[in-house]
């Protein structure tokens, strides 16, 4: 058994004359949390499509737990669980209503004890009886992510599963991701615009306009971004007229406020040294660039 959970070489997807995603190779190691990451329409949600066999790549080729994705999408499907980008579940049924349905769906054998497994692991008795239009949006994250691990995948995806989750579900969230990982092996992938979860993947992909970017470790990132990030200080005055003087003339420069404190960041060294040579009132300290500005960092000009 290869110990890769997804391994894709060379996939594009073409939409009349849109490439959007363009020759993606992309490997995962069974048991990794591995973070899928990329702005809006970059083509995240079109390759995990394709990877689990539900759309058809214009080129390019692929196994999925060890199944062709071109012509395994059965096998696939049996062994994966994928929340959508859109929880998938009956709003008119009951939150064990919705259980029952999907046990149902993957004939899956010992269904009571099945269900009452995963509604006690999500910790969802308190709700088992409540339609699941009325639960808060924490509880249908929850209820989404107990139907998609009810068959006991392997190979989990997960696309934006927090989006709109509060602070402390979104935490619950991640705390149960890193359970399941170590105590059942389950390998994720998850999509998220979240920087702070981005962190708490074991590797990651970066993926713009449908081209691959970076996959790698998590640690790897900074370093191989070449983003250096400085922290200014001065008056207020000064700082304002810098950050209007980058945005006037240094489009690849990131500039803001973080906790009360001006960043400035940027891959090109030179022009963050053309900043700092012409404004000798301000002071700045290098410190570790965030992932917000390792990401803006990596996208081509
Ligand atoms: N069936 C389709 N027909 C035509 N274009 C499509 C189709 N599906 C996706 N696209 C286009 O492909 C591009 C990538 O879309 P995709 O949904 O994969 O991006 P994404 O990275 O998941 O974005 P988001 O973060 O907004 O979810 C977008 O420009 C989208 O409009
Ligand atoms: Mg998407």
């Excluded at 979104?170 to 990982?181: G, Q």
Aim: overall charge neutral; proline content about 3%.
């Amino acid at each position: 058994m290869s110990n890769l959970a997804i391994d894709i070489q060379n996939i594009t997807k073409t939409f009349g004359t849109k490439t959007v995603v363009n020759n993606v190779s992309l490997q995962v190691p069974r048991g990794t949390i591995f973070g899928f990451l990329g702005s809006n329409g970059s083509g995240k949600t079109t390759t995990i499509r394709i990877i689990c066999g539900l759309l058809t790549p214009s080129s390019g080729t692929g196994t999925c737990l060890g199944h062709d994705i071109l012509t395994e999408s059965a096998s696939i499907k049996q062994k994966i669980g994928y929340m959508s980008q859109r929880f998938s579940f009956y709003t008119g049924l009951t939150v064990y209503e919705n259980l029952r349905f999907v046990a149902d769906v993957y004939q899956i054998k010992n269904k009571n004890s099945e269900i009452e497994r995963i509604i006690e692991d999500l910790n969802l008795q308190p709700y088992r009886n409540i339609k699941a239009a009325g639960l808060s949006g924490g509880w249908k994250q929850s209820l989404a992510l107990a139907c998609c691990l009810l068959h006991r995948p392997e190979l989990l995806f997960l696309d934006e599963p927090t989006a709109g989750v509060d602070p402390k579900a979104r935490k619950d969230f991640w705390d149960y991701l890193h359970k399941i990982s170590v105590r059942d092996g389950t390998t994720i992938l998850v999509t998220t615009h979240y920087m702070d979860e981005a962190e708490k993947c074991s590797a990651l992909a970066y993926i713009n306009i449908g081209n691959l970017l970076y996959s790698g470790s998590t640690s790897e990132i900074i370093g191989f971004s070449k983003v250096a990030s400085y922290l200014v200080t001065g008056s207020h005055d000064a700082l304002q007229k810098l950050i209007e003087e980058i945005a006037l003339n240094y489009p690849r420069v990131l500039a803001g406020f973080v906790n009360n404190n001006l960043r400035v960041s940027a891959c090109n060294l030179v022009q963050l040294q053309q900043i700092m040579a012409a404004t000798p009132e301000l002071s700045y300290s290098a410190t570790t660039p965030s992932f917000e500005e390792v990401f803006i960092g990596l996208m081509p000009e």
